[in-house]
């Protein structure tokens, strides 16, 4: 393919292949007011891993019962992927990931001297011994361990760098992961940083990135990582994450494969159907326009991109349709021309001359402007009607009315 052979030479560093790892059921469920039962988590995983997902970033384990038992009920399938679990690096993080028998874990600490000073009100140094001694517990109990740098595109680099040389020298680090976690980076910035630190620690981690899509860029970053020689990426199904989301998988591997010719294992036929399963699942549903798995991806209506279609599929569609087991469609509507008329005659086994064309494309679009809108608007009420019951979490209002005549006990929180 052209392009990826372009992009092979325009990017020497770029990887023959990645890892995807999916965190559709941590950071996906970290979506506001989404929530997951235990079966669907244990189905979406085994579907993410049938389709080829090299590791599953699962669950945070410490954070709740539920999600320990969820991983437990995870480890039990006997998955071909590799069942990670998010946690800090403190005590009672790992051993709950030891306990959920997580294969390997996700040690999260910002790195950032803002989120350092701001949030957990440690220094540098403090903070590298936390990562430093969780770790090791992480290591001493059998877990592979990846040191995820929490808001890395806000730190220093060269912090990066000694961060990880360090902890290094005491731990074998299975990757690295930098995070963008605000989705302020752009790919320019992130393609530097990846170089940099893979060039510091001379090729020897595993590097990844973690992206947020606050300005619609986390696809196009977690790209930029693997064209500066990123080997392992992570994404969640249809996007779906925290604020904006994260980078979407069936995006992600669509422009590995056709636009970077790096493998990465995941079935594309898989792609529609792990889609449908999360927005079913969380209840956030996806715009028809949306990238390879949306609705309308597929589908032409305009006189000038069908005629060009119906000649050479390729006219409009640089991402086959094949790819993921759709087909072109062709939708009869407005913005309709000749070529599509004549082709459903043709198709029907009618004949037609120039004339009968031209009254029938008149019929259509004469239909199609009279229609009643209303339903169009009462889609746009309904959609945001059912987010602001679905979405909407515990009321605040029946949390403080079920509380407010409670003793209250001073407790002091552990960070």
């Given at each position: 393919m052209e392009t990826a052979r372009e992009a092979q030479e325009l990017h020497p560093h770029l990887p023959a292949?990645?890892?995807?790892?999916?965190?559709?059921?941590r950071d996906g469920?970290?979506?506001?007011?989404?929530?997951?039962?235990?079966?669907?988590?244990?189905?979406?995983?085994?579907?993410?891993?049938d389709a080829g997902v090299s590791a599953l970033d699962a669950g945070f384990p410490a954070s709740s019962g539920s999600e320990l038992e969820a991983m437990q009920a995870m480890h039990d399938l006997g998955l071909s992927a590799s069942i990670a679990a998010t946690a800090r690096p403190l005590p009672q993080d790992v051993a709950a990931a030891v306990k959920a028998y997580a294969?390997?874990?996700?040690?999260?600490m910002p790195t950032s001297d803002l989120r350092l000073k701001e949030t957990l009100g440690i220094t540098r140094d403090q903070a590298a011994a936390v990562f430093r001694s969780g770790a090791e517990a992480a290591a001493a109990g059998g877990l592979g361990v990846n040191l995820v740098f929490e808001d890395a595109t806000r730190t220093d680099p060269r912090q990066l760098i000694d961060t990880a040389v360090e902890l290094?020298?005491?731990?074998?680090?299975?990757?690295?992961?930098?995070?963008d976690t605000t989705g302020c980076a752009h790919p320019a910035t992130m393609q530097q940083l990846i170089h940099r630190v893979d060039h510091a620690l001379d090729h020897e981690i595993t590097l990844c990135t973690h992206n947020h899509?606050?300005?619609?860029?986390?696809t196009a970053n977690t790209l930029a990582a693997v064209s500066a020689g990123a080997r392992a990426i992570t994404c969640t199904v249809n996007g779906l994450g925290e604020r904006a989301g994260n980078a979407d998988l069936a995006e992600c591997v669509a422009a590995l494969t056709h636009l970077y010719g790096v493998e990465h294992g995941v079935?594309?036929?898989?792609?529609?159907?792990?889609?449908?399963?999360?927005?079913?699942?969380?209840?956030?549903?996806?715009?028809?326009?949306?990238?390879?798995t949306g609705f309308n991806v597929f589908r032409h209506e305009s006189g000038v991109h069908v005629d060009g279609m119906l000649k050479d599929n390729r006219s409009y569609e640089f991402l086959p349709a094949a790819w993921t087991g759709r087909r072109s469609e062709y939708?009869?509507?407005?913005?309709?021309?000749?070529?599509?008329?004549?082709?459903l005659f043709a198709s029907a086994g009618l004949r037609c001359d120039d004339a009968l064309v031209a009254r029938a494309l008149g019929e259509v679009r004469d239909a199609v402007e009279r229609r009643d809108k209303a339903a169009h608007g009462q889609a746009h009420t309904d959609v945001?009607?059912?987010?602001?019951?679905?979405?909407?979490?515990?009321?605040?209002?029946?949390?403080?009315?079920?509380?407010?005549?409670?003793?209250?006990?001073?407790?002091?929180?552990?960070?």
């Open positions: 292949s990645v890892e995807v790892i999916d965190c559709t059921l469920e970290q979506a506001p007011g989404v929530w997951f039962t235990t079966q669907e988590k244990l189905d979406l995983a085994t579907a993410l891993s294969d390997e874990v996700f040690l999260f290094r020298r005491h731990v074998p680090v299975r990757r690295l992961v930098l995070a899509n606050d300005f619609g860029l986390a079935d594309p036929l898989a792609l529609p159907a792990l889609s449908a399963d999360v927005e079913r699942a969380s209840g956030v549903a996806t715009s028809p326009i949306k990238p390879v939708v009869l509507g407005k913005h309709s021309g000749t070529s599509l008329v004549r082709h945001r009607a059912t987010y602001r019951r679905l979405l909407s979490g515990y009321d605040p209002a029946r949390l403080i009315e079920r509380y407010r005549d409670q003793p209250s006990t001073d407790r002091q929180v552990e960070r």
